[in-house]
C-alpha cells in the first residue's frame, strides 16, 4: 500500500494562523456565509487539503462536488496557464473565441440523446437555471413550473423559487416566482403517499396528473418540469428504476420542457458523464456546473436545437464562458471521459459496498443509496421508526474534520459522500475506517 501524508493534524483546529484568517473574514464579510467548518485552506492536492497551519485532511466532499478532478490537477492547471497566457478575457457573448466554440460543440456532442444540441455558457448553476426558466417559457409561451419537494436549484431569485430543500434559503425573500408548483418526489425511504415500490406503480408520478393536473393547474399552462435525476441538497436521493423515464413521458404527453438541472450529479460524477443517461432519458433541456471546470466557475445550459429559439441579445452573460473557465473545462472533460469516469462507477461501488458494511455494526444507518461516487446515508434514531436523527450527522461532519476527513451533510438527517473523481482504493478505505470509528464511539447502547 502507498504511503500517505494524509489525514495528518499537528494543531488544535483551528490553528493559530486560520484563526487569524476566520476572525478577518467575520469582521468583514456577509453575515448569510454558512461556513461548515473551520477550514482555512492554503494549498490542495489530488485527495489532499491542506491547511494555513499544515494540518492535511483527506476529502470526501469536493469542495461540494465541485472539484471534480481533484485538487490542482496538473493537466487542468496547464491548461488555464496557457489560457491566461494568451487573453484573461473576452465577452463571449459579443465576440468569438476558439475555446468557447470548442466547449460547446464537445457539451452538446456528449449530452444524452440523438437530437442537436445547442449550449450557452454561464458562471454558474443557479444562471443556468435562471436561463433555462427564461428559455422554457420563451419556446412554450407558457408560465407554470413544476419542480419537487427537496430540490435545490440554487438562491438567486428565479431558482429560489424552484428550491425546496431548506426554509431558511426562502425565509424574508418573498414575494419570489409566480406560478411555481411544488410536487413529491420519488423518495421511497420517505414516500409521502406511505407506499412502497414496485407495487406504488410509481404513485408519486401519477399523482401530478391525477392531482396537480386535475384540480390546480391545466397542463397546457406548464411550460417545464425541473428535475435532479438525484436530488442534491435534499438528501442525496436516487429515485426508483423507471421514475425519470415516466416524468419524461409525462413531459411528453403535455408538450412539458422536462429540464434536467444536473449541475451536481453531471460530469462523470454517477460513473457516467450524466446521469440521466443510467435510465436512458433524453432531457429537452440539461443544465451542468459544479465539476464541469474543476473549480473554476462556470456552468452550461445545454438545450435541443429546436426549442433553441430565443433571438440574439434575449440573453447573454458578460463573464459566462470566460477563456480560463472555457479551457479548463475541456481539460476536464477529457479527463472524464479517459477514466475519471469510470473510476468514479467503480470507487462508487467500493464505496457503497463498504457503507453497507458499516450499516450492519450501526443501526442508526437508515438508508444507503447512490449511484457511483454521489452517495447518500440517511441517520436514523430508529430504523423501525425511521426517525430522522440529525444531531449525529451535524457531530459526525465536525469530529470527522476535527480528525482529518473532510464530509458534509446533504438534507436534514443524510450524509453525502462526494469525494474528487480521483479517489482509489487507499482513500476509499481510510474514508470508511475513520466513518466507522467515530460511529462506533456514539454508537447507542
Not at 476529502?59 to 461540494?64: E, K, L, P, S, T
Not at 465539476?291 to 456552468?299: F, K, Q, T, V
Request: with cysteine; hydrophobic share 40%.
Amino acid at each position: 500500500m502507498v504511503e500517505r501524508d494524509y489525514p495528518r493534524i499537528i494543531t488544535p483546529l483551528p490553528g493559530p494562523k486560520a484563526k487569524a484568517i476566520i476572525e478577518r473574514d467575520q469582521a468583514w464579510t456577509s453575515t448569510c456565509y454558512i461556513k461548515e467548518y473551520p477550514l482555512a485552506i492554503a494549498r490542495g492536492s489530488g485527495m489532499m487539503v491542506e491547511d494555513v497551519d499544515g494540518n492535511r485532511f483527506l476529502d470526501f466532499m469536493a469542495g461540494i462536488a465541485v472539484s471534480s478532478t481533484g485538487y490542482g490537477h496538473p493537466r487542468v492547471v496547464a491548461a488555464v496557464k496557457e489560457a491566461a497566457d494568451r487573453f484573461l478575457h473576452i465577452c463571449g457573448s459579443d465576440f468569438y473565441f476558439e475555446g468557447m466554440a470548442t466547449l460547446a460543440e464537445r457539451l452538446a456532442r456528449v449530452a444524452p440523446g440523438t437530437s442537436r444540441k445547442r449550449v450557452f455558457l454561464t458562471n454558474s448553476g443557479t444562471e443556468a437555471v435562471e436561463g433555462a426558466i427564461k428559455l422554457a417559457r420563451y419556446v412554450t409561451g407558457r408560465t407554470g413550473i413544476i419542480a419537487f419537494k427537496g430540490a435545490f436549484h440554487g438562491r438567486t431569485t428565479g431558482a429560489l423559487s424552484l428550491t425546496s430543500s431548506k426554509r431558511v434559503q426562502r425565509a424574508g425573500f418573498g414575494p419570489l416566482l409566480p406560478d411555481v408548483h411544488h410536487v413529491a418526489y420519488g423518495n421511497c425511504y420517505r414516500c409521502e403517499f406511505g407506499k412502497t415500490f414496485p407495487d406504488c406503480e410509481l404513485f408519486c408520478v401519477r399523482r401530478i396528473e391525477d392531482d396537480l393536473f386535475s384540480r390546480h393547474l391545466h397542463p397546457t399552462d406548464v411550460a417545464a418540469i425541473f428535475v435532479e435525476p438525484i436530488m442534491g441538497e435534499g438528501g442525496y436521493v436516487v429515485p426508483p428504476p423507471g421514475w425519470l423515464s415516466a416524468v419524461r413521458e409525462l413531459c411528453t404527453r403535455h408538450g412539458i420542457l422536462l429540464v434536467a438541472d444536473e449541475v451536481q450529479s453531471g460530469v462523470g460524477r454517477t460513473g457516467k458523464m450524466f446521469a440521466v443517461e443510467h435510465e436512458g432519458v433524453e432531457p429537452d433541456i440539461l443544465l451542468s456546473a459544479k465539476g464541469l471546470a474543476s473549480g473554476m466557475p462556470l456552468g452550461a445550459i445545454i438545450s435541443r436545437e429546436d426549442i433553441t429559439t430565443w433571438p440574439t441579445g434575449a440573453h447573454g452573460s458578460t463573464f459566462g464562458g470566460n477563456p480560463l473557465c472555457c479551457a479548463a473545462a475541456l481539460a476536464t472533460l477529457d479527463l472524464v471521459e479517459q477514466g475519471l469516469a469510470e473510476n468514479a462507477a467503480r470507487m462508487g461501488e467500493q464505496l457503497l459496498e463498504g457503507v453497507k458494511r458499516l450499516a450492519e455494526r450501526h443501526k442508526v444507518i437508515g438508508d444507503i443509496r447512490g449511484r457511483g461516487l454521489m452517495i447518500g446515508v440517511e441517520f436514523v434514531e430508529d430504523r423501525t421508526t425511521r426517525q430522522p436523527n440529525t444531531d449525529l450527522v451535524k457531530r459526525l461532519v465536525q469530529q470527522a474534520f476535527r480528525e482529518g476527513l473532510l464530509l458534509l451533510g446533504a438534507g436534514p438527517n443524510s450524509l453525502r459522500l462526494a469525494p474528487p473523481l480521483v479517489v482509489d482504493d487507499y482513500d476509499v478505505d481510510t474514508a470508511l475506517t475513520m466513518i466507522d470509528r467515530l460511529l462506533g464511539e456514539r454508537r447507542p447502547s
